[in-house]
């Protein structure tokens, strides 16, 4: 059981603690807000914190994440071993990003970004107008705001498809954990490979990233690839192939986000 008055430590790199800490002292006024690490912490709220910060707390109560990915975390070798680890589930968090999802998915659906060029350049060419029916929205992650995201696109009418690291059952969401294939003729796992390989050393380069090396999830921090590729776990039976492949969540989306940024500039 915490004391009455708990040391609540805030620290984050990228949230600023000059509108953090004023509204937790009003919502916590019985206990301790600082913003400097010591061994007297008993909860850290973090994100993204400094380098160092673990190292300089000892072993605090409670850890609690103030975003919803946790990754880096607990891939940090200085955080306390036993520690508990929450992370932040926020309905408005979950809300804004399914939001943020549609917004672009329409955007690309109706070819409204086409037609803001034609706006601009004063021209008029009608596009070629789908259903969402005809189309499948693929999702990396099924967890809270993958799987909020994918509900409300079934909703608008559109076929979702999700990839997860563990099983998920969302109604009317094909889920897949890994990428099983069936060829139209037999092959090794070594001529996967070597497509896979020639792939990612050309028209998928920076895209996709071949790997030859054991991988754990750590390593995966910070890859700008959309997917690097675990080629010692390809399996090959006859026609029938299974494939595996690693991606920071993060940084990955983010880094095509950047490169369809400059795409669409380059129209302007």
Known sequence: MLPSSVKILFTSQTEKAE????LLRRALPQDELVAAPDTSVEIAL???????????????????SLWMGVEKLLADPTYPRGVPLARLVDPGMVAAMSETVIAHVLDWHRHLYRYRLQQRAR??????QRMACDRTVGLLGLGELGGDAA??????????????????????????????????RDATAEEVNGAFEQTAASSLAGVLHYSTDPLVSRDIIGEPASCVFDSGLTQAVGSLVKVFGWYDNEWGYTCRLADLTAIVGAQL
């Open 19 to 22: 509108l953090w800490l004023p």
């Open 46 to 64: 973090v994100a993204t914190p400094p380098a160092g910060t673990f190292q300089k707390l000892g072993r605090p109560r409670l850890v609690q």
């Open 123 to 128: 021209q008029w060419h009608r596009m070629e």
């Open 151 to 184: 509900r409300k696109l079934l909703a608008l009418g559109f076929n979702v498809a999700g990839w997860s690291r563990r099983p998920k059952d969302l109604p009317g969401v094909r889920s897949f954990t890994d990428l099983t294939a069936m060829l139209a």
